[in-house]
């Protein structure tokens, strides 16, 4: 079993940055593909960008593309999620999750291909 916790998030003006990041515990987090959703009120959850195992291939959702950075950390069991420009409709909560699947290379942008979710993280952007 594997447990996320996010941490990071928080309130920003229009054009301001954030950090988030994802702690996995349990498991081996080095065979995991991990993504970033977010869910903003009365939407589904989206994708927001996914990194494979050894963090050399990522994925992206266009409407972030150029102002997110996707990243992992294996030696400390960690993900982030580095968020530049950030705009009023970045507004959401924020989750990671972990996909056991190894060694299959695709983007894994449907919250169904993860096996695990972190509890969320707010991210407010005001404008």
């Known amino acids: 079993q594997v447990q996320l916790v996010e941490s990071g998030g928080g309130l920003v003006q229009a054009g301001g940055s954030l950090s988030l990041s994802c702690t996995a515990s349990g498991g081996t987090f080095s065979r995991y593909a991990m993504g970033w959703f977010r869910q903003a009120p009365g939407k589904e959850r989206e994708f927001v960008a996914s990194?494979?195992?050894?963090?050399?291939?990522?994925y992206y959702a266009d409407s972030v593309k150029g102002r997110f950075t996707i990243s992992r950390d294996n030696a400390k069991n960690m993900v982030y999620l580095q968020m530049n420009n950030l705009k009023p409709e970045d507004t959401a909560v924020y989750y990671c999750?972990?996909?056991?699947?190894?060694?299959?290379?695709?983007?894994?942008?449907?919250?169904?291909?993860?096996?695990?979710w972190g509890q969320g993280t707010q991210v407010t952007v005001s404008s």
């Open positions: 999750g972990a996909d056991k699947e190894y060694g299959a290379y695709y983007p894994r942008q449907y919250a169904g291909e993860y096996d695990y």
């Open positions: 990194i494979m195992w050894s963090g050399g291939l990522t």
